[in-house]
């Protein structure tokens, strides 16, 4: 149903070289002219299939190919890099894993191995992490929508520096953490707190930076 979907709308996903992000050459190669293949990647986003129909577990299927399709019914894109595909789908699903299922398609539909195998799970914890940060975000915004209807992105933003938010209690650990390496990256706001100044990653500094990998949005 997914997939006939896909076709319906022309909708191409396909994995591309690019070098500032990859630090080995690769093949192109269009995802959705393999069928097996674009099969397996909607599946990743589906919760586990369901052995009682009807059931608890079955509802939660059917409620993730409905969000699926509400997704891609939705997006007026139909040109889509693979990399950008799992994290706008990953973000609009509020999913919270990147594991070694999707992992061993990409890899094995590239033809990779030993390093490559490497430098992608490597990318892949990355992107994980970006996801992680989003995911915050995504949910101080349902906060704010939920109660006041606004929200401060900028200096009045909570500080997506806060190991708190991503479940860290210790700040070396947060600092040697992929979702720290990746805000440290990110400009920086001066507030005003007790009359002192402080630097802190905004909502809008992280979502405006170009410095990561889903690239920087605009407009905000």
Not at 76 to 102: C, Y
Not at 143 to 152: D, P
């Amino acid at each position: 149903e997914l997939v006939q979907l896909v076709k319906d709308k022309n909708i191409d996903i396909s994995i591309k070289y690019d070098p500032r992000k990859d630090s080995e050459v690769f093949a192109n190669r269009v995802i959705t002219d393999d069928i097996e293949l674009l099969k397996k990647i909607l599946a990743y986003f589906l919760p586990e299939d369901a052995i009682l129909k009807g059931g608890h577990y079955d509802n939660q299927l059917q409620n993730g190919i409905k969000r699926v399709k509400e997704f891609l019914e939705s997006s007026p894109n139909t040109q889509w890099e693979l990399r950008a595909f799992m994290a706008v789908m990953h973000f609009s699903l509020t999913a919270d894993r990147i594991d070694d299922d999707i992992l061993k398609v990409i890899v094995d539909s590239m033809n990779h191995h030993g390093d490559a195998r490497s430098k992608l799970r490597e990318e892949l914890a990355e992107l994980t992490a970006e996801l992680k940060i989003y995911s915050v975000i995504q949910a101080e915004i349902n906060k704010h929508l939920s109660s006041s209807g606004t929200i401060n992105i900028h200096d009045k933003s909570i500080n997506l520096m806060d190991k708190n938010l991503y479940g860290y209690t210790d700040e070396e650990i947060f600092k040697a953490s992929a979702e720290y390496k990746i805000l440290e990256k990110m400009p920086q706001t001066t507030i005003q707190v007790d009359g002192s100044e402080k630097k802190i990653v905004s909502i809008k500094d992280f979502l405006g930076s170009e410095n990561k990998r889903t690239g920087a949005l605009g407009n905000l």
